[in-house]
């Protein structure tokens, strides 16, 4: 029993190195304790700040800070526990002058795994998630978002004022369900092939990054085109990414494929957050990519079940409703994004990083 007096250093002493049960950090070192305040009649107010859209266990946090406030000080009449929530990220887009706090890409070994299924979902469970979000389709050999989406829509270009007077052309992303989406498929006709090669690509890629009035946003999801290309190190040079997601099925062909994608984030130094198993189930079999990923140290983000209903909204244009409607892939869905924000946040927790230099 604690014969501390209640006052406010006293209670922010009692819950500093109070682990959170999600980080596994002290509160104040991971700044989640924002305040603490003494009130009237020994009652304590505790102001949590979150870094990430959505904290599963915050019940056992709360839990957790009162048991400890109630142990040091036994006469304590009530202690309310408030949470707001402040997005933390790298400022990935600053060395394009970009708003964007995080850049995620999703990458796969090899096509056919559900790499843009998983990209625009991700995008939408951050966005339900209270986030702002876009999407860019960096798959322009194979752009599939629009459909997904459920958008025919095209950009349309809009003049602005530079800081040094200059008249500045940018141009304004699609909106879908309240997602911006850019995409090469905006910009070419629905059976035309894109043959280029990778100086094209690269420029197209820094044009959609680059010249895209994209706002303020929390998380900018790319889309990436499946094996192990040159977009990858196109993005490496132009941002600080705050890491990629790895896509595979559970069969072990695609699990070496997944490999490749792994091992091609690290060559070009971007941190890979985690691996997605998807259309886990029956027909593909189902674990493999959490054992991979075991194998490779890298977190498991979650598995998305073999549904028709994902494939039906897929092609309906209507993933969004995936993350909306109460359907057996939702929490699934969801699940992926929260363990992709939590990830991102462990990342700087454990590595903070000063921000960049923003281009002017």
């Known amino acids: 029993m604690s014969n501390s007096e209640f006052t406010q250093a006293n209670l922010q002493n009692c819950l500093n190195d109070l682990q959170d049960p999600v980080f596994h950090k ?11 305040q003494a009130g009237d009649g020994e009652k304590a107010t505790v102001q949590i700040e979150l870094p990430v859209p959505s904290y599963p266990l915050q019940s056992e946090l709360t839990e957790s800070i009162r048991d400890a406030i109630q142990k040091a000080f036994p006469n304590c ?26 850049v995620i890409a999703v990458g796969a070994g090899k096509g056919g795994v559900g790499k843009s299924t998983v990209a625009a979902s991700l995008a939408y469970g951050l966005k339900q998630f209270g986030a702002r979000v876009g999407l860019v389709d960096a798959d322009v050999y194979g752009p599939s978002i629009p459909h997904l989406v459920g958008t025919s829509e095209k950009p349309m270009a809009q003049e602005f004022q530079g800081r040094d007077g200059q008249t500045l052309t ?10 911006k989406v850019m995409s090469m498929a905006f910009f070419v006709e629905p059976e035309q092939a894109v043959i280029w090669r990778g100086p094209m690509l690269h420029k197209a890629i820094t044009q959609f990054l ?10 900018l999801i790319i889309d990436m085109p499946p094996g192990t290309g040159d977009v990858s190190l196109t993005l490496s040079q132009l941002l600080e990414l705050a890491g990629a997601v790895v896509v595979c099925t559970p069969q ?27 259309m886990s189930g029956e027909i593909f079999g189902q674990g493999g990519a959490k054992a991979r990923g075991e194998e490779l140290q890298i977190p498991f983000l979650g598995e998305i079940p ?6 039906e909204k897929s092609d309906a244009g209507q993933v969004s409703q995936l993350l909306t409607e109460d359907l057996a892939s939702t929490a699934p869905l969801l699940k992926v994004a929260e363990t992709t924000a939590i990830e991102i946040a462990r990342t700087l927790l454990e590595n903070p990083t000063e921000p960049a230099l923003e281009i002017l």
């Open 252 to 278: 072990q062909v695609a699990l070496l494929d997944a490999v490749k994608a792994v091992q091609m984030f690290r060559q070009v130094k971007i941190p890979v957050l985690g691996i997605v198993e998807n």
């Open 77 to 102: 009449s009530a202690v309310e526990v408030e949470y707001s929530i402040n997005i933390k990220g790298k400022q990935s887009g600053a060395r394009l002058g970009l708003k964007v706090k995080n």
């Open 170 to 179: 940018r141009i304004i992303p699609v909106e879908a369900d309240g997602l």
């Open 210 to 219: 680059q010249d895209t009035e994209w706002g303020e946003l929390d998380y």
């Open 26 to 36: 002290p509160l104040q070192q991971s700044g989640l304790l924002k305040s603490v």
């Open 306 to 311: 073999m549904n028709a209903e994902i494939r």
